[in-house]
């Protein structure tokens, strides 16, 4: 028993670095859609859509489908009617690998890939944001958070983090990889937080024209 799990930890050790560098790969192509979305469109995307009556209809991980080489999915959505409406069910039920973190145990039409979204975050509901203003800097700007498992939701839902999810502490069990997790910020890049990091930095973080002195992280 003893050499059948010595031979198994060094399979087990080498799965995290890949699973980490798979991770960090999503959120950069999440973050190269976002910045082709922003060229065409002159700024980021709304964290989601809304009908008439305010009522959310698509996130912002639908609304760039088409800069991930998803157009031909991106074509099936009725933009128009919610995404849990019936017609819109053959395009929830598909995979979209990028949405798919390799670190989790979750059905792959889930996602752990959430914009923090607040009424003061780069994405917000409803209201496009540009680059010119996120004068805090974009390398200073989370727009996309690696969740928590358990705080998980389907990619097609028009459902994020909110201020609370991103501020509050993890234990390492809800953590996908130890120590911390990534975050995709507004300039494209991926970094990766610490779990020890201040509160106060974090909420800086999370705004883009806030002035906030930020600490390490």
């Given amino acids: 028993m003893a050499l059948l799990i010595a031979l198994l930890m060094p399979a087990v050790r080498g799965r995290q670095p890949a699973r980490r560098t798979h991770c960090r790969n999503n959120l950069k192509n999440i973050g190269l859609a976002m910045h082709n979305y922003h060229d065409v469109y002159g700024s980021?995307?709304?964290?989601?859509?809304?009908?008439?009556?305010?009522?959310?209809?698509?996130?912002?991980?639908?609304?760039?489908?088409?800069?991930?080489?998803?157009?031909?999915?991106?074509?099936?959505?009725?933009?128009?009617?919610?995404?849990?409406?019936?017609?819109?069910?053959?395009?929830?039920?598909?995979?979209?690998?990028t949405y798919v973190c390799p670190s989790t145990e979750l059905e792959p039409t889930q996602t752990v890939y959430l914009a923090v979204v607040t009424p003061d975050s780069c994405l917000r509901p409803n209201e496009p944001r540009p680059i010119s203003e996120i004068t805090d800097g974009t390398s200073n700007t989370i727009l996309v958070m690696e969740a928590p498992m358990n705080a998980s939701v389907p990619w097609m839902a028009p459902w994020d983090a909110d201020a609370r999810l991103m501020l509050s502490p993890k234990s390492e069990d809800d953590l996908h990889h130890t120590g911390g997790s990534f975050h995709l910020f507004a300039d494209g890049s991926v970094q990766f937080i610490s779990s020890g990091t201040e509160t106060a930095t974090l909420r800086g973080l999370i705004t883009p024209a806030g002035g906030e002195e930020l600490g390490e992280f």
Avoid: C
């Fill in 44 to 97: 980021f995307p709304p964290a989601y859509t809304v009908d008439a009556d305010g009522k959310p209809l698509h996130s912002w991980r639908t609304l760039i489908l088409p800069y991930m080489d998803q157009q031909l999915l991106y074509n099936k959505i009725d933009l128009s009617k919610a995404w849990d409406d019936p017609a819109n069910a053959e395009a929830r039920a598909t995979v979209v690998p």
